[in-house]
């Protein structure tokens, strides 16, 4: 499956952004998706994941209660909601997925990537 994703920008912080990723060339109904993170100078990081059945959805710590993570099966789409952003959010962000992937926070479960959006949180 080929992973496009878009929507980053710059915000200020407690600002939102909604990240989305398009998949095609697979059965997106079978796949589950993550995102990943990458600050500059660190290692990319998990984010958030979702199963592919919807029905599994994990956080990394940093950003439970701030990001929601979503699927809509008809859009072959999975959305990142990035809601009181703050400037340690700020990251090139990266979806992931894979066959009947459970949404886990290991990189090796996912075989697909897409480009990366950049997002910029400013104090």
């Known amino acids: 499956v080929q992973l496009q994703a878009s929507g980053g920008g710059l915000v200020q912080a407690g600002g939102s952004l909604r990240l989305s990723c398009v998949a095609s060339?697979?059965?997106?109904?079978?796949?589950?998706m993550g995102w990943f993170r990458q600050a500059p100078e660190k290692e990319r990081e998990f984010v958030a994941g979702i199963s592919w059945s919807g029905g599994t959805r994990s956080y990394a710590d940093s950003v439970k209660g701030r990001f929601t993570i979503s699927r809509d099966n008809a859009k072959n789409t999975v959305y990142l909601q990035m809601n009181s952003l703050i400037p340690e959010d700020t990251a090139v962000y990266y979806c992931a997925g894979d066959k009947w992937a459970v949404g886990g926070r290991a990189e090796y479960e996912y075989r697909s990537w897409g480009q990366g959006t950049q997002v910029t949180v400013s104090s």
């Open positions: 060339g697979g059965t997106f109904t079978t796949y589950g």
